[in-house]
């Protein structure tokens, strides 16, 4: 059985929601943040995953970089994407990302527009997606004994949203996987919140190999650690 069949059957009890899904009714958009920075790939290459989870997936711009790098391994392995895809604070607070949520009588239709995206690049058979926020996600893949290999965060960016995100998905990474973070800018002229809840989390939790660049932290987590 593929890890993509697995994961269905744990999180999706055996459907698939891109078999399910119109694609000819939905557009692409293939617009993102920093979505290809090389750390995505790295981590891939390095770790060779099975599971790989992003927590802030919009139009899945970081999810296609990650899916497309298991493709080109061709890895057994999936990217399960977790997204209210409602947008965050930010996206609600400026008119421009607003928009970019696509209202569909007054509902944000961002999801369809992911889904669209993976189809339109071929990826499908490497993503799994998950329409619920980081909390409930997390507790659906530890009740369903779902670990991690490779974490991209990249939900909320206010300082509790990451400083709660690190804390409840940092124990579901297995022990030599890697934590990709977004937004985290060591001079903290942009998204200072992000690099402190970063700085803060990191300086009371075991790690190995913090570095940052372009906008992106990489870590990774001591092999033998669990927390
Ligand atoms: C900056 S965007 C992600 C960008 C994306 N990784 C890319 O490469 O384009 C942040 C996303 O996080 C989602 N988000 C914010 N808070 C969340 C939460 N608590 N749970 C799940 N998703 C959340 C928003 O809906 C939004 O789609």
């Known amino acids: 059985m593929s890890v993509r069949q ?14 399910a899904f119109p694609r000819h009714i939905y557009g692409v958009d293939h617009q ?27 139009k899945g711009g970081s999810v296609a970089t990650m899916a497309a790098r298991l493709k080109a391994l061709a890895l057994d392995g999936v990217v399960i994407a977790i997204d209210t895809w409602l947008g965050a604070s930010d996206h609600w607070l400026n008119p421009g990302f607003h ?3 696509r209202f569909r009588d007054g509902y ?17 058979d490497y993503i799994v997606p998950l329409p ?54 060591r001079d903290r002229l942009h998204w200072p919140e992000v690099a402190a809840a970063i700085d803060d989390f990191f300086a009371e939790t075991p790690h190995e190999s913090f570095r940052a660049d372009w906008g992106k932290c990489y870590v990774r987590k001591l092999a033998g650690t669990l927390s």
Do not use: T
């Open 6 to 19: 697995w994961v269905l059957d744990k999180l999706w009890h055996g459907n698939d929601p891109v078999a």
């Open 32 to 58: 993102g943040w920093n979505s290809d920075h090389g750390y995505l790939a790295e981590a891939i290459d390095v770790v060779r995953p099975r599971i790989v989870v992003e927590v802030g997936v919009w």
């Open 99 to 101: 928009a970019e949520l």
């Open 108 to 124: 944000p239709s961002l999801y369809h527009c992911f889904m669209a995206n993976m189809i339109d690049k071929g990826l499908e």
């Open 132 to 185: 619920l926020d980081s909390v409930n996600a997390l507790v659906v893949l530890k009740e369903r004994g779902i670990e991690v290999d490779v974490l991209h965060i990249d939900a909320g960016h206010d300082y509790q949203s990451v400083k709660n995100d690190l804390k409840a998905w940092w124990p579901l990474l297995r022990p030599g996987g890697v934590l990709i973070g977004d937004d985290y800018h």
